[in-house]
């Protein structure tokens, strides 16, 4: 069965300085790979994918994801964190054993300091 | 282009009552998918619908039920509601077309629903 493991619920950085959220994912199939975001009180958008192309996937907002099958790791990385990236990032995996539909992780709080 | 609607936007219902919320997809997608985001979790899927046909059913009780129109917007019913049901129930639309391929989700902001 698939799943997705989001090794930190909380994450606190200052701005300016990197960012860098993990997840670990489970799947019996090539999966694809997402990262959503949520702001507080909103729907969730869409960063970035993973599809079986290149393995750095570079996403909106200067985010950008590397999956290693060797590690079956999918880690969110941005160089410098802004205010507006405040938010709750979900890790999410899909393949074909979930016929398309989404699996998501716990979540990561991610909080910016001044 | 609009994105994803749904409404009502917030809802309070009592225990035991039913609620139908409401979405229409991204003009041009024929399926959607419903999740249910408990405080401080991560969305869990309830269904997928395309083309009018339920493709896919999550790990909830047959309380919850849904439809989809000819024109691809869609219902979630759900009947006998318990205070465990009050959560965020989010509308995804997709252009997809077969199991085998992972689409993208375009999400709409959520219907907010509260049971006393």
């Known amino acids: 069965a698939q799943s997705v493991t989001q090794l930190d619920s909380h994450v606190s950085v200052s701005e300016g300085t990197p960012v860098l959220l993990r997840c670990n994912y489970s799947?019996?199939?090539?999966?694809?790979l997402f990262w959503y975001v949520q702001h507080p009180n909103k729907g969730l958008q869409l960063l970035l994918k993973y599809t079986s192309a290149a393995t750095l996937v570079k996403g909106i907002n200067g985010f950008e994801a590397e999956f290693k099958k060797s590690e079956t790791s999918f880690h969110l990385t941005k160089p410098s964190a802004h205010m507006s990236d405040a938010a709750e990032y979900f890790c999410v995996v899909s393949d074909r054993g979930s016929q398309g539909n989404l699996i998501f992780g716990k979540g990561t709080k991610l909080s910016v300091k001044p | 282009d609009a994105g994803v609607t749904q409404s009502p936007t917030h809802l309070i219902k009592t225990r035991g009552q039913h609620v139908t919320l409401r979405c229409s997809p991204i003009?041009?997608?024929?399926?959607v998918s419903w999740y249910q985001q408990v405080l401080g979790q991560g969305p869990q899927f309830i269904f997928q619908y395309y083309e009018k046909e339920e493709r896919g059913r999550g790990n909830f009780p047959d309380r919850f039920s849904a439809r989809q129109f000819p024109n691809y917007s869609s219902e979630l019913n759900v009947n006998a509601l318990l205070l465990g049901d009050s959560a965020l129930y989010l509308c995804?639309?997709?252009?997809?077309?077969?199991?085998?391929?992972?689409?993208?989700?375009?999400f709409g902001p959520g219907t907010r629903l509260t049971v006393t």
């Open positions: 003009s041009g997608h024929k399926s």
């Open positions: 995804a639309s997709s252009n997809f077309r077969t199991p085998y391929i992972s689409y993208e989700q375009y």
């Open positions: 799947s019996s199939y090539s999966p694809s």
